[in-house]
């Protein structure tokens, strides 16, 4: 076999840091849900479509202006977020496992049906905008502007949300509820206005992320169900409700997927399914999760 | 007390046995629409009632039982469409690949416990997916495996003295007595120790150890008997669907089946029958009527997860208790 | 006593005759069932609902006329969610119950051999309207019910390689939806390619499944190896996200815009859909274009009235190009019975072999040897023009398979 030159080797891994961070962005949401609300939320992708969906809607009405709308779409999808944690989301959290994953697949059916309902079968897209539409040359390594800008962002949120679960009264409650939620209560906090605000911010992290595929790859029905096993593989790799092994997860992800594609290309599909095996026989908590399985 | 549920146990099978008469009569009469819709129902139901070996009795959420209803159905696919075997052969077969496809991931998967033991499920359904999916040679790859033949079912037809049937109508009564079989097997299961076993840990995993039932080799053999009869049901849904493709092994399958256990109600031994029956009569009707199948599929099980946890089973039982109390 | 009997015999006897006629009037006006599994939901309903509408305006012009037999068609839709066995589902329920005459209609190349079977079992013909897939008319599969009205992946990748001949590069890469269609064309294609230009090397061939939704590492892995020109078979709605993604990465400029997409990378939806960043100067295909000019005056003549009827019927001056597959089918089934003068399978089975049609794109025949329609597609280079608001395929031509099928 021709071994691939070092530049398509840079190529790649450029490649697969962007497919990675863009990963992270919906994971995170998702791992911050499970770790502190014990939720298993298969609609996480359901409000990752809904995300781009939005973001186009948006770039509709306000003709063009592309980063309002993500923001709009993100804001959105929050709120959104918010509401259905009311109405429906928090009768869940003490509730068995099985039930869990059945209402929340409820979600992901309904979901689907009503975004086809208000928005159709047709692919949607949305422009790039036309400072980010050149690209960034280094030797044979292209990266282009707007993915580069994702990676910043996706960095900046990671970094962002360590600082805020680090640093803030805020995040020391989320830690503590994630560790015991019986505690938190008895200090008087008000875990209600926690978890609202816990899942509204994993639901914002997911429908910005849609938003800013949107440019990059159609809107289109089953967006959903296309990221979900993606998400369920990266979570369980670095270890559910850990927000490092997420951001872990999501690289090996993104790199197994990119260079999969260079060394094994009729294997990369099976390969990620087999990283997720290994993994959960050899550390079922996650390379850097911390929790009692067995 | 004793004298009780030995009369129970009669009745219990005296309803079988008419159930098991009723639906072998329903070729003879009903139109043959009917027959190929109940013969689809048949297989899904126990399909959804070997689920609910692990589900309900044993409290092991597995999120890939398709798996083992793919393997199967891919091995008598091929060995009936391929390889030419008989069909009796080919769905030995099924049932061997599924147990054994069930013993490979079931080994490791009964090592853990709640959310991650249902990831592990669901990882093992994703490996078995993606190699049928991509041993194009083998098993068609996405294209899956069309085109596969009744098996020659005349002999049924001259036995019962009907030489008249279509292979649909002959083919129906071959599933009732396989999935028959397959039911009283897990009937037996359930109502013998081993069953109690299982209700011990799904109860209290840890006491059970304590009281020196070893929880691996029970969950590992339960897992084993479920992917049997999964693989069973995959062997008779693969000639009855006269093609078998890669759906039948992805999540979304899974989900399914898990859905329509729960809709009947996986605290009974009847109730994911009832559930793959009255989701598979729903879901034809409304997809007639509209294409909005999924949202109304997503409302149903909606409120049952808000109002009715334990099914149709339990609802039904919750109302037969009333009348009785009153 | 007597006349009283004789008066009930009467009676009985008219009620009898009325009954008859009754009977015979109502079979008269009894509309011929037309069962159409067809992908209508998921990511797959942006081609199955146009097929859909193209086959009811085709049913109601001739319903307009008085249907065919002096009855009515009607069509039976149903969704098949792109699943092979749920396809199987609701085309025995339209055997069944709705006791369809016919079956028209399956969009991938999973659902149209699996229906076959069913029409197989059942003694219905059945027209597939978009699988290309070989094995649906393959000698081992094929029986007397089945025909198709779409391209197949034979006549498709040899039409590209017609084109691509005529480039001047010997750096070929190909890139294709890991699946049956995508690895069929490419294998046609390939083939061709190296009869008609032996001096073109193969240099690297991607395979990214079906939906997939990031192509970045795709791209980089194939820029890597240089090639001067791409085959590609992105197609099923994935075209957008793949364009958007390779642009990005300049791959279109570094193969110098030598770039050939099969799957309807050409077809309106397409273009329509990504608009200002398609990738213009690259060749694409499509079953039908509204801005079609015709060589020959009668095609042209049709053309646009059937893209006139289209507008209307559909309400969108720029029409999809899929109705025209769904029309296409249906007027094969109707002419087929009309030739048959019966609605009898076997007879309307006997009457499509070798059929000839003149459809909205001119003549096309129903091959008699292997119950394939002499089914063209067109292709052109994307082309920004005045007057429209996304690129057009300029110099669009059809490609008769005619001369190539075998």
Redesign the interface.
């Known amino acids: 076999m021709e071994l691939p030159s070092l530049s398509a080797i840079g190529a790649q891994a450029v490649s697969g840091l962007t497919t990675a961070m863009l990963l992270f962005l919906v994971a995170s949401g998702l791992s911050l849900i499970f770790g502190v609300l014990r939720l298993l939320n298969f609609a996480h992708g359901s409000f990752y479509m809904l995300g781009a969906y939005f973001a186009w809607q948006f770039n509709t009405w306000l003709q063009g202006s592309f980063w309002l709308s993500v923001l709009f779409a993100a804001i959105a999808t929050g709120v959104l977020g918010a509401l259905l944690e009311r109405v429906l989301f928090r009768k869940f959290y003490d509730r068995p496992e099985l039930m869990q994953l059945l209402f929340t697949y409820s979600i992901v059916l309904i979901v689907s049906d009503v975004v086809k309902y208000i928005w159709g079968t047709q692919q949607l897209g949305i422009r790039r905008p036309e400072m980010l539409s050149h690209s960034f040359k280094f030797g044979e390594i292209v990266l282009p502007s707007y993915n580069l800008v994702i990676i910043v962002i996706s960095l900046a949120i990671a970094v962002g949300i360590w600082l805020l679960l680090q640093g803030t009264r805020l995040g020391k409650m989320v830690r503590a509820a994630a560790f015991d939620r019986e505690m938190l209560s008895m200090l008087g906090v008000d875990v209600r206005m926690l978890y609202l605000l816990v899942f509204s911010a994993g639901c914002f992290l997911a429908g910005l992320a849609g938003a800013l595929v949107a440019p990059m790859s159609a809107v289109v029905p089953g967006m959903d169900a296309d990221i979900i096993i993606s998400l369920f593989i990266i979570v369980v790799i670095g270890g559910l409700g850990s927000f490092w092994g997420t951001f872990l997860g999501s690289i090996i992800y993104g790199m197994v997927f990119s260079f999969g594609i260079l060394f094994i290309p009729q294997f990369s599909l099976f390969a990620v399914a087999l990283i997720m095996v290994v993994i959960l026989i050899v550390k079922p908590e996650g390379l850097l999760g911390r929790e009692n399985t067995r | 007390m004793a004298v009780k549920t030995l009369d129970n146990k009669r009745n219990r099978l005296l309803m079988a046995t008419a159930l098991f008469l009723g639906l072998g009569a329903v070729p003879f009469f009903a139109p043959p629409f009917y027959v190929v819709f109940l013969n689809d129902a048949l297989i899904i139901a126990c399909l959804s009632m070997s689920l609910n070996l692990l589900v309900g009795y044993t409290g092991l959420i597995s999120f890939g039982h398709a798996a083992y209803f793919g393997l199967g159905a891919y091995a008598c696919g091929l060995l009936l469409k391929s390889a030419g075997l008989p069909f009796g052969v080919s769905l030995v077969a099924a049932g061997a690949f599924g147990g054994l496809g069930a013993a490979v991931a079931g080994f490791f998967c009964v090592r853990l416990n709640r959310v991650y033991f249902s990831m592990l499920t669901l990882a093992f359904s994703l490996i078995f997916w993606a190699i049928c999916f991509r041993w194009n040679d083998l098993t068609g790859g996405d294209q899956g495996l069309s085109g596969i033949p009744y098996p020659n079912l005349t002999w049924i037809s001259q036995m019962i003295g009907r030489p008249d049937f279509s292979s649909a109508q002959s083919y129906y009564l071959v599933s009732l007595v396989v999935v028959a079989i397959c039911i009283a097997a897990m009937w037996i299961i359930v109502s013998s120790p081993v069953g109690l076993m299982l209700r011990t840990i799904r109860e209290n995993e840890q006491r059970s150890t304590f009281i020196g039932v070893e929880t691996r080799r029970v969950k590992l053999a339960i897992f084993i008997v479920a992917g049997t009869i999964a693989g069973l049901a995959g062997g008779l849904f693969a000639v009855f669907n006269r093609g078998v493709y890669p759906d039948f092994m992805y999540w979304t399958k899974s989900a399914e089946i898990l859905i329509m256990a729960l809709f009947g109600g996986i605290g009974s031994f009847w109730g994911p029958a009832i559930g793959s029956l009255t989701l598979l009569l729903l879901h034809q009707e409304t997809v007639a009527l509209t294409e909005y199948w999924s949202f109304a599929l997503g409302v149903i099980l909606l409120v049952l997860t808000l109002r009715f946890p334990s099914g149709l089973w339990g609802l039904f039982e919750r109302f037969t208790n009333t009348r009785r109390s009153k | 006593m007597d006349t009283t009997f004789m008066q009930l015999k009467r009676v009985q006897l008219l009620l009898g005759l009325l009954g008859t006629l009754a009977a015979s009037i109502a079979s008269a006006q009894e509309p011929i069932r037309v069962g159409f599994p067809m992908i209508?939901?998921?990511?797959?309903?942006?081609f199955g609902?146009p097929i859909l509408k193209g086959a009811q305006m085709y049913v109601d012009e001739i319903n307009a006329t008085g249907g065919v037999l002096g009855r009515k068609i009607e069509l039976v839709p149903?969704?098949t969610k792109s699943?092979?066995?749920e396809a199987?589902?609701?085309a025995?329920?339209l055997v069944?119950?709705e006791n369809v005459d016919f079956l028209v209609g399956t969009f991938t190349?999973?659902e149209g051999?699996?229906v076959?079977?069913?029409a197989k079992?059942a003694k219905k013909v059945f027209i597939a309207v978009a699988p290309k897939?070989d094995?649906l008319t393959a000698p081992d599969?094929i029986h007397p019910y089945v025909f198709r009205a779409a391209a197949n992946t034979t006549t498709e990748g040899r039409a590209a390689a017609t084109i691509v001949a005529k480039w001047n590069i010997k750096r070929l890469a190909t890139i294709a939806p890991?699946?049956?269609y995508g690895?069929d064309a490419t294998a046609s294609f390939v083939a061709h390619i190296k009869k008609l230009r032996p001096d073109i090397e193969i240099v690297d061939q991607?395979?990214p499944?079906?939906?997939e939704?990031?192509y970045?590492?795709?791209?980089?892995?194939q820029?890597?190896k240089k090639p001067e020109a791409v085959f590609s078979v992105i197609c099923c709605?994935?075209f957008?996200?793949f364009a958007?993604?390779a642009g990005?990465?300049?791959y279109f400029k570094s193969i110098g815009n030598n770039f050939i997409g099969l799957g309807e990378a050409g077809s309106i939806?397409a273009l329509r859909?990504?608009?200002?960043?398609y990738p213009i100067g690259v060749y694409g295909n499509t079953y039908d274009a509204f801005y079609w000019k015709p060589k020959d005056s009668e095609v042209a003549r049709l053309h646009a009235a059937f893209t006139k009827r289209l507008s209307t019927a559909l309400k969108d001056d720029t029409p999809p190009s899929w109705a025209v597959q769904g029309y296409i089918s249906m007027q094969f089934l109707v002419e087929g019975i009309k030739k048959a003068n019966s609605i009898d399978s076997d007879k309307v089975s006997t009457a499509l072999k070798g059929l000839e049609i003149v459809s909205p794109q001119g003549k096309i025949t129903m091959r008699a040897k292997d119950q394939q329609a002499t089914r063209g597609m067109l292709w052109g280079k994307a082309t920004k023009r005045d007057g429209y608001a996304f690129p057009i395929l300029d110099g669009v031509e059809l490609i008769d398979p005619t001369g190539f099928m075998d």
């Not at chain 3, 209508?40 to 942006?46: D, E, I, V």
């Not at chain 3, 970045?216 to 892995?221: E, H, L, R, S």
């Open positions: 209508l939901s998921g990511a797959g309903g942006q609902a149903r969704d699943r092979p066995d199987v589902r609701v025995r329920e069944l119950r190349s999973g051999p699996a076959s079977g069913i079992e897939t094995r599969a890991d699946f049956a690895r991607q395979w499944k079906l939906n939704s990031d970045t590492p795709f791209i980089t892995a820029l890597g709605g994935n957008d996200s958007r993604q990005a990465q300049g939806e859909a990504l608009g200002g960043e």
